[in-house]
């Protein structure tokens, strides 16, 4: 049982690029979601669903757009990546009202 | 605005004793409560939850603890083990958001 699965595990862009980090989960859980972790910040909620075709943001949604067409997947798109996106990208999935279980993450670094 | 506060960012401990890790919530919503451990260069691995029907929940040395009057959580680990050095967040979510938000973290140190 794979769990919940990220790639890639570190990426570097230049400011402008843009990209798609990849979170797959393999436990048929309705919720995902993503979070970023920078130091003295803990984790923050970028986007979440709560279901094939249903989004929402979270705390700091700006500059990423996020889609679920399928329940076992949650990508994570940065349109024009910008020096302050560098962090530690986390998936995260779970059935509701419950435990979250969460990927190895993704390290970013927009240069 | 920060919803979930861990207001130490540092905490250190002696192996044998206990370690208390403390969280508040401004929320009045929320009404589940999960503490998880990170380890560096891991994801984030589920400790223990407590709903909020409840005051005390406890798993082996992990016990936690809500208070729901003071809007404060904590988490009690006894006796500590160098083996739970880790970064700690707490968490909470409302029962109608499915939103799960999380503190900043509170790294411990157990020493030998």
């Known amino acids: 049982n794979a769990g919940v699965t990220q790639t890639p595990k570190f990426q570097v862009l230049k400011t402008g690029q843009s990209m798609t980090l990849q979170c797959a989960q393999d436990m048929n859980h309705e919720y995902m979601s993503w979070y970023r972790q920078d130091p003295g910040m803990g984790l923050r909620l970028i986007h979440y669903?709560?279901?094939?075709?249903?989004?929402d943001q979270g705390e700091v949604p700006n500059g990423y757009n996020v889609s679920r067409s399928t329940t076992e997947d949650f990508p994570l798109r940065l349109l024009s990546a910008a020096p302050s996106q560098t962090s530690v990208y986390f998936c995260?999935?779970?059935?509701?009202?419950?435990?979250?279980?969460f990927g190895q993450g993704t390290r970013l670094t927009v240069v | 605005d920060q919803q979930v506060k861990q207001n130490s960012p540092s905490l250190s401990v002696q192996e044998g004793r206990i370690s208390i890790l403390n969280c508040d919530y401004t929320?009045?919503?929320?009404?589940?409560f999960l503490w998880y451990k990170k380890y560096p260069a891991e994801g984030p691995t589920f400790l223990i939850s407590i709903s909020s029907i409840k005051d005390k929940n406890e798993d082996g040395r992990f016990t936690v603890f809500l208070n729901k009057s003071a809007k404060h959580l904590s988490l009690h680990i006894v006796p500590s083990q160098p083996g739970d050095s880790a970064v700690y967040f707490c968490?909470?979510?409302?029962?109608?958001?499915?939103?799960?938000?999380f503190g900043t973290g509170t790294r411990l140190q157990v020493f030998p």
């Open positions: 669903s709560v279901g094939a075709g249903i989004t």
């Open positions: 929320n009045s919503m929320f009404d589940y």
């Open positions: 968490a909470a979510s409302a029962h109608n958001t499915d939103k799960l938000i």
């Open positions: 995260a999935s779970r059935p509701r009202y419950t435990e979250a279980f």
